[in-house]
Protein backbone atom coordinates (compact mmCIF):
# COMPACT_ATOMS: atom_id res chain seq x y z
CA UNK A 1 0.00 0.00 0.00
CA UNK A 2 0.97 3.37 -0.95
CA UNK A 3 2.62 5.80 1.77
CA UNK A 4 0.92 8.62 2.90
CA UNK A 5 4.77 10.59 1.58
CA UNK A 6 5.49 8.59 -1.31
CA UNK A 7 5.20 10.69 -4.57
CA UNK A 8 2.32 10.75 -6.82
CA UNK A 9 1.58 7.26 -8.23
CA UNK A 10 0.39 5.78 -11.58
CA UNK A 11 -2.90 5.37 -9.71
CA UNK A 12 -2.91 9.31 -8.90
CA UNK A 13 -1.82 9.94 -12.50
CA UNK A 14 -4.72 8.19 -13.67
CA UNK A 15 -7.31 9.86 -11.50
CA UNK A 16 -5.65 13.48 -12.27
CA UNK A 17 -7.03 12.12 -15.82
CA UNK A 18 -10.35 11.46 -15.48
CA UNK A 19 -10.32 8.07 -15.71
CA UNK A 20 -13.17 6.10 -14.02
CA UNK A 21 -12.90 4.72 -10.09
CA UNK A 22 -12.74 1.29 -11.67
CA UNK A 23 -8.87 1.74 -13.69
CA UNK A 24 -7.82 3.64 -10.79
CA UNK A 25 -8.39 0.31 -8.49
CA UNK A 26 -6.83 -2.00 -10.91
CA UNK A 27 -3.58 0.23 -10.84
CA UNK A 28 -2.91 -1.37 -7.09
CA UNK A 29 -3.43 -5.12 -8.45
CA UNK A 30 -0.17 -7.55 -8.06
CA UNK A 31 0.79 -8.77 -11.12
CA UNK A 32 0.74 -12.45 -10.23
CA UNK A 33 -3.07 -11.53 -9.41
CA UNK A 34 -3.39 -10.88 -13.07
CA UNK A 35 -4.74 -13.00 -15.64
CA UNK A 36 -3.27 -14.35 -18.96
CA UNK A 37 -3.75 -12.55 -22.22
CA UNK A 38 -5.21 -13.56 -24.99
CA UNK A 39 -2.04 -13.52 -27.05
CA UNK A 40 -1.43 -17.51 -26.00
CA UNK A 41 -3.27 -18.46 -29.25
CA UNK A 42 -0.73 -17.00 -31.55
CA UNK A 43 1.85 -18.99 -29.50
CA UNK A 44 1.84 -21.93 -27.50
CA UNK A 45 2.29 -20.12 -24.09
CA UNK A 46 5.18 -23.61 -23.27
CA UNK A 47 7.13 -22.87 -26.78
CA UNK A 48 7.23 -18.99 -25.41
CA UNK A 49 11.10 -17.73 -23.58
CA UNK A 50 9.88 -16.52 -19.85
CA UNK A 51 11.28 -13.55 -20.44
CA UNK A 52 8.73 -12.62 -23.47
CA UNK A 53 5.51 -13.39 -21.33
CA UNK A 54 5.23 -9.86 -19.93
CA UNK A 55 6.54 -7.91 -22.92
CA UNK A 56 5.24 -8.66 -26.32
CA UNK A 57 1.26 -9.85 -24.97
CA UNK A 58 -0.82 -6.75 -26.02
CA UNK A 59 -2.96 -6.57 -23.00
CA UNK A 60 -7.00 -6.19 -23.34
CA UNK A 61 -8.49 -3.05 -21.71
CA UNK A 62 -8.19 -3.30 -18.47
CA UNK A 63 -12.32 -2.89 -18.36
CA UNK A 64 -12.84 -6.07 -19.82
CA UNK A 65 -11.19 -8.12 -17.38
CA UNK A 66 -12.43 -10.06 -14.43
CA UNK A 67 -10.67 -10.15 -11.24
CA UNK A 68 -11.58 -12.11 -8.09
CA UNK A 69 -14.57 -13.34 -6.95
CA UNK A 70 -17.93 -12.06 -5.80
CA UNK A 71 -18.12 -12.01 -1.75
CA UNK A 72 -20.52 -11.65 0.61
CA UNK A 73 -19.88 -7.92 2.79
CA UNK A 74 -17.19 -7.92 5.29
CA UNK A 75 -18.63 -4.27 6.41
CA UNK A 76 -21.87 -2.73 5.99
CA UNK A 77 -23.20 0.82 6.17
CA UNK A 78 -26.27 0.37 7.58
CA UNK A 79 -27.55 3.57 8.32
CA UNK A 80 -29.05 6.02 9.14
CA UNK A 81 -31.28 7.28 5.99
CA UNK A 82 -30.44 10.87 5.54
CA UNK A 83 -27.25 10.60 7.20
CA UNK A 84 -24.87 11.40 4.67
CA UNK A 85 -24.21 7.74 4.12
CA UNK A 86 -23.92 8.14 0.34
CA UNK A 87 -20.82 10.25 0.78
CA UNK A 88 -19.15 7.95 3.76
CA UNK A 89 -19.24 5.50 1.19
CA UNK A 90 -18.00 7.27 -1.77
CA UNK A 91 -14.78 8.86 0.64
CA UNK A 92 -14.27 4.73 1.82
CA UNK A 93 -14.11 3.39 -1.65
CA UNK A 94 -11.63 5.58 -2.86
CA UNK A 95 -9.29 3.45 -0.83
CA UNK A 96 -8.22 0.84 -3.52
CA UNK A 97 -8.56 -2.22 -1.07
CA UNK A 98 -12.59 -1.78 -0.65
CA UNK A 99 -14.88 -2.05 -3.13
CA UNK A 100 -18.76 -1.46 -2.86
CA UNK A 101 -22.28 -2.51 -4.38
CA UNK A 102 -23.19 0.45 -6.67
CA UNK A 103 -26.36 0.83 -5.57
CA UNK A 104 -28.59 0.10 -2.01
CA UNK A 105 -29.69 -3.63 -2.31
CA UNK A 106 -32.16 -3.76 0.42
CA UNK A 107 -31.25 -7.58 0.94
CA UNK A 108 -31.91 -7.12 5.01
CA UNK A 109 -35.09 -5.71 4.79
CA UNK A 110 -36.86 -6.07 1.60
CA UNK A 111 -35.20 -8.83 -0.74
CA UNK A 112 -34.60 -11.53 2.23
CA UNK A 113 -36.14 -14.06 0.77
CA UNK A 114 -34.11 -14.01 -2.65
CA UNK A 115 -31.30 -15.54 -0.74
CA UNK A 116 -27.41 -15.48 0.13
CA UNK A 117 -26.16 -16.17 -3.12
CA UNK A 118 -28.43 -13.29 -4.80
CA UNK A 119 -26.96 -10.97 -2.32
CA UNK A 120 -23.66 -12.46 -2.95
CA UNK A 121 -24.26 -12.31 -7.19
CA UNK A 122 -24.85 -7.91 -6.48
CA UNK A 123 -21.35 -7.65 -4.98
CA UNK A 124 -18.45 -6.21 -6.78
CA UNK A 125 -15.68 -8.80 -7.58
CA UNK A 126 -12.68 -8.94 -4.99
CA UNK A 127 -9.25 -9.79 -4.75
CA UNK A 128 -8.45 -11.92 -1.25
CA UNK A 129 -7.21 -8.82 -0.15
CA UNK A 130 -10.18 -6.08 -0.82
CA UNK A 131 -12.95 -5.51 1.18
CA UNK A 132 -16.60 -6.09 0.34
CA UNK A 133 -18.86 -3.51 1.61
CA UNK A 134 -22.43 -2.30 0.67
CA UNK A 135 -25.07 0.77 2.11
CA UNK A 136 -28.51 0.49 2.70
CA UNK A 137 -29.62 2.95 5.15
CA UNK A 138 -32.87 1.59 6.16
CA UNK A 139 -31.46 -1.46 8.00
CA UNK A 140 -30.75 0.38 10.76
CA UNK A 141 -34.29 1.00 11.67
CA UNK A 142 -35.52 -2.31 10.12
CA UNK A 143 -36.53 -5.08 13.47
CA UNK A 144 -35.81 -7.93 11.20
CA UNK A 145 -32.31 -6.90 10.06
CA UNK A 146 -29.41 -7.36 12.80
CA UNK A 147 -30.65 -10.59 13.50
CA UNK A 148 -30.15 -11.72 9.79
CA UNK A 149 -26.85 -9.84 9.24
CA UNK A 150 -25.16 -11.90 12.36
CA UNK A 151 -26.50 -14.97 10.78
CA UNK A 152 -24.77 -14.28 7.64
CA UNK A 153 -21.86 -13.76 9.51
CA UNK A 154 -21.56 -12.16 13.37
CA UNK A 155 -17.51 -10.82 11.76
CA UNK A 156 -19.47 -8.11 9.93
CA UNK A 157 -18.70 -5.01 10.32
CA UNK A 158 -21.33 -2.47 10.85
CA UNK A 159 -20.66 1.42 10.62
CA UNK A 160 -23.77 3.98 11.61
CA UNK A 161 -23.73 7.14 9.87
CA UNK A 162 -25.14 9.70 12.30
CA UNK A 163 -26.69 13.36 12.00
CA UNK A 164 -28.16 15.93 14.25
CA UNK A 165 -31.67 13.92 14.31
CA UNK A 166 -33.71 17.14 13.51
CA UNK A 167 -31.89 17.85 10.01
CA UNK A 168 -31.64 14.45 9.22
CA UNK A 169 -35.61 14.62 9.67
CA UNK A 170 -35.71 17.88 7.91
CA UNK A 171 -33.59 15.88 4.91
CA UNK A 172 -36.03 13.47 4.90
CA UNK A 173 -39.45 15.29 4.78
CA UNK A 174 -37.55 17.51 2.01
CA UNK A 175 -36.99 14.00 0.09
CA UNK A 176 -40.66 12.70 0.56
CA UNK A 177 -42.23 16.22 -0.14
CA UNK A 178 -40.91 16.22 -3.57
CA UNK A 179 -42.62 13.16 -4.70
CA UNK A 180 -45.62 14.44 -2.81
CA UNK A 181 -46.28 17.97 -2.75
CA UNK A 182 -49.57 17.96 -1.23
CA UNK A 183 -47.79 16.42 1.89
CA UNK A 184 -48.82 18.72 5.10
CA UNK A 185 -46.44 21.02 6.50
CA UNK A 186 -43.29 19.69 8.57
CA UNK A 187 -44.66 21.13 12.04
CA UNK A 188 -48.13 19.43 11.27
CA UNK A 189 -46.54 16.04 11.18
CA UNK A 190 -43.52 16.29 13.59
CA UNK A 191 -46.05 17.80 16.39
CA UNK A 192 -48.90 15.50 18.04
CA UNK A 193 -49.71 19.16 20.29
CA UNK A 194 -47.72 21.97 18.75
CA UNK A 195 -48.97 24.98 21.69
CA UNK A 196 -48.13 22.09 23.99
CA UNK A 197 -44.62 21.18 22.08
CA UNK A 198 -45.46 17.25 21.87
CA UNK A 199 -43.28 15.62 19.33
CA UNK A 200 -45.05 13.07 17.67
CA UNK A 201 -42.26 10.17 18.05
CA UNK A 202 -44.87 7.69 15.48
CA UNK A 203 -43.59 10.00 12.56
CA UNK A 204 -41.36 7.76 10.73
CA UNK A 205 -38.92 11.23 10.55
CA UNK A 206 -38.46 11.87 13.36
CA UNK A 207 -38.36 7.96 14.60
CA UNK A 208 -35.51 7.29 13.04
CA UNK A 209 -33.71 9.53 14.60
CA UNK A 210 -34.33 8.12 17.58
CA UNK A 211 -31.20 6.30 17.51
CA UNK A 212 -30.80 4.74 20.81
CA UNK A 213 -34.06 3.01 20.42
CA UNK A 214 -32.59 1.16 17.38
CA UNK A 215 -29.39 0.73 18.77
CA UNK A 216 -30.49 -1.41 21.34
CA UNK A 217 -32.01 -3.97 18.96
CA UNK A 218 -28.25 -4.47 17.30
CA UNK A 219 -26.55 -4.95 20.69
CA UNK A 220 -28.78 -7.90 21.28
CA UNK A 221 -26.80 -9.26 18.33
CA UNK A 222 -23.24 -7.29 17.73
CA UNK A 223 -20.93 -5.79 20.44
CA UNK A 224 -21.25 -2.35 20.56
CA UNK A 225 -17.15 -2.53 19.33
CA UNK A 226 -18.13 -3.63 16.32
CA UNK A 227 -20.43 -0.65 15.40
CA UNK A 228 -18.32 2.15 13.91
CA UNK A 229 -20.15 5.48 14.27
CA UNK A 230 -19.10 7.98 12.30
CA UNK A 231 -20.55 11.63 12.33
CA UNK A 232 -21.93 12.84 8.90
CA UNK A 233 -21.63 16.42 9.92
CA UNK A 234 -18.04 16.81 7.82
CA UNK A 235 -19.58 15.42 5.10
CA UNK A 236 -22.51 18.06 5.29
CA UNK A 237 -20.10 20.85 4.31
CA UNK A 238 -19.36 21.01 0.71
CA UNK A 239 -15.16 20.94 -0.09
CA UNK A 240 -14.96 19.36 3.53
CA UNK A 241 -14.53 16.15 4.77
CA UNK A 242 -11.92 14.50 2.82
CA UNK A 243 -8.28 16.16 3.15
CA UNK A 244 -9.66 17.63 6.51
CA UNK A 245 -10.89 14.03 7.84
CA UNK A 246 -8.09 12.55 10.06
CA UNK A 247 -10.43 9.50 9.98
CA UNK A 248 -9.90 8.94 6.23
CA UNK A 249 -5.92 9.18 6.53
CA UNK A 250 -5.46 7.25 3.05
CA UNK A 251 -7.91 9.23 0.78
CA UNK A 252 -4.71 11.52 1.72
CA UNK A 253 -2.29 8.73 0.87
CA UNK A 254 -3.87 7.28 -2.22
CA UNK A 255 -5.75 11.04 -3.60
CA UNK A 256 -4.06 14.50 -3.98
CA UNK A 257 -6.37 17.12 -3.04
CA UNK A 258 -6.19 18.26 -6.66
CA UNK A 259 -6.93 15.32 -7.75
CA UNK A 260 -10.27 15.26 -5.95
CA UNK A 261 -13.29 16.41 -8.50
CA UNK A 262 -15.94 17.88 -6.01
CA UNK A 263 -19.77 17.90 -7.79
CA UNK A 264 -20.84 21.17 -7.12
CA UNK A 265 -22.68 22.27 -4.08
CA UNK A 266 -22.52 18.51 -2.79
CA UNK A 267 -19.11 17.60 -1.96
CA UNK A 268 -18.96 13.85 -3.42
CA UNK A 269 -15.93 12.38 -5.06
CA UNK A 270 -16.97 12.59 -9.22
CA UNK A 271 -17.84 8.55 -9.92
N1 LIG B 1 -20.24 15.22 0.75
C1 LIG B 1 -21.53 15.08 0.48
N2 LIG B 1 -21.95 14.87 -0.76
C2 LIG B 1 -23.26 14.73 -1.01
N3 LIG B 1 -24.22 14.78 -0.09
C3 LIG B 1 -23.83 14.99 1.15
C4 LIG B 1 -22.50 15.14 1.49
N4 LIG B 1 -22.43 15.30 2.78
C5 LIG B 1 -23.64 15.28 3.23
N5 LIG B 1 -24.52 15.10 2.26
C6 LIG B 1 -25.96 15.11 2.49
O1 LIG B 1 -26.36 13.84 2.97
C7 LIG B 1 -27.75 13.76 2.82
C8 LIG B 1 -28.04 12.47 2.13
O2 LIG B 1 -27.71 11.46 3.01
P1 LIG B 1 -27.63 9.96 2.54
O3 LIG B 1 -26.58 9.82 1.50
O4 LIG B 1 -27.46 9.13 3.76
O5 LIG B 1 -29.06 9.79 1.89
S1 LIG B 1 -29.84 8.45 1.62
O6 LIG B 1 -30.37 7.96 2.89
O7 LIG B 1 -28.94 7.51 0.99
O8 LIG B 1 -30.96 8.86 0.72
C9 LIG B 1 -28.18 14.99 2.04
O9 LIG B 1 -28.60 15.95 3.00
P2 LIG B 1 -29.65 17.11 2.70
O10 LIG B 1 -29.01 17.96 1.62
O11 LIG B 1 -29.79 17.86 3.99
O12 LIG B 1 -30.91 16.46 2.25
C10 LIG B 1 -26.89 15.39 1.37
O13 LIG B 1 -26.84 16.74 1.01
Redesign the pocket.
Known amino acids: MQKAGDPISSCQRVLADGAKRRIQKSCVLPLDARPSSGGASRLKTDQRPPSALHIDTPSPPMTNLKFGNKKLPNAIIVG????????VLEFIRIHPDVRAAGT?THFFDRNYDRGLEWYRGLMPRTLESQITMEKT?SYFVTKETPHRISAMSRDTKLIV?VRDPV?RA??DY??TLTKTPDLPSFQDLAFRNQSLGIVDTSWNAIRIGLYALHLENWLRYFPLAQIHFVS?EP??R?GR?VGSDARLPWVKAHCHRQTLLF?PH???PLP
Open positions: VKKGGTRAEPVTISTQGYHPGQQGL
